[in-house]
Antibody, heavy 120, light 108 residues
Framework: QVQLQESGPGLVKPSQTLSLTCTVS??????????WSWIRQHPGKGLEWIGN???????YYSPSLKSRLTMSVDTSENQFSLKLASVTAADTAVYYC????????????WGQGTLVTVSS | EIVMTQSPATLSVSPGERVTLSCRAS??????LAWYQQKPGQAPRLLIS???TRATGIAARFSGSGSGTEFTLTISSLQSEDFAVYYC??????????FGGGTKVEIK
């Protein structure tokens, strides 16, 4: 059973960088066939795709976040990470990590989500 | 960017009723559409991919149809555990991968 678990600070100050890590178990990030993804959900709102990363380090970012976004992968730890710079209150959201197929790009496994609040 | 529009925003139904949720794409996505169910405090769960293929373990009362720009998720007989928010997602043209705004199915 594939499991994903987000970790990172729940509170970030405005203008700082939001950093989250997703630890994957039950599957190897290097097994191929999948991208590893971040999605967020503003409080009471819908789902917003942030970006995908392949285990080789290839990335695909949302155009609206691309200028502030960095995703990376640590194959030795079976983890992938998100960094979002210059955050504002508008970045307050629940952040999910998920697995998404390369050929069929739907999200089949999700982490439980972690709430990140941007506030001073 | 392909914009996904779901209707209605909220649907009030009674248990046992048949439910039909709609999703429209701003341009053709062929059959590259998925449906998700999200309950309060939980992550979304994949229900349907390829517009009509149920994911593993999904009950047969859930069915998806459509292609191109018009899609439907049908719940044949609503159970108490089906009260949730439902999202569609296109994966035809990306980036970005885009979701609809969701339909909340609530108890009448």
């Amino acid at each position: 059973q594939v499991q994903l678990q987000e970790s990172g600070p729940g509170l970030v100050k405005p203008s700082q960088t939001l950093s989250l890590t997703c630890t994957v178990s039950g599957d190897s990030i290097t097994s191929g066939g999948y991208y590893w993804s971040w999605i967020r959900q503003h409080p009471g709102k819908g789902l917003e795709w942030i970006g995908n990363i392949y285990y080789t380090g290839s990335t695909y970012y949302s155009p609206s976040l691309k200028s502030r976004l960095t995703m990376s992968v640590d194959t030795s730890e079976n983890q992938f990470s998100l960094k979002l710079a210059s955050v504002t209150a508008a970045d307050t959201a629940v952040y999910y990590c998920a697995r998404v197929g390369i050929a069929v790009r739907h999200f089949d496994y999700w982490g439980q989500g972690t709430l990140v609040t941007v506030s001073s | 960017e392909i914009v996904m529009t779901q209707s209605p925003a909220t649907l009030s139904v009674s248990p046992g009723e048949r439910v039909t949720l709609s999703c429209r794409a701003s341009q053709s996505v062929s059959s590259n559409l998925a449906w998700y169910q999200q309950k309060p405090g939980q992550a979304p769960r994949l229900l349907i991919s390829g517009a009509s293929t149920r994911a593993t373990g999904i009950a047969a009362r859930f069915s998806g149809s459509g292609s191109g720009t018009e899609f439907t998720l049908t719940i044949s007989s609503l159970q108490s555990e089906d009260f949730a928010v439902y999202y569609c997602q296109q994966y035809h043209n990306w980036p970005p991968l885009t979701f609809g705004g969701g339909t909340k199915v609530e108890i009448k």
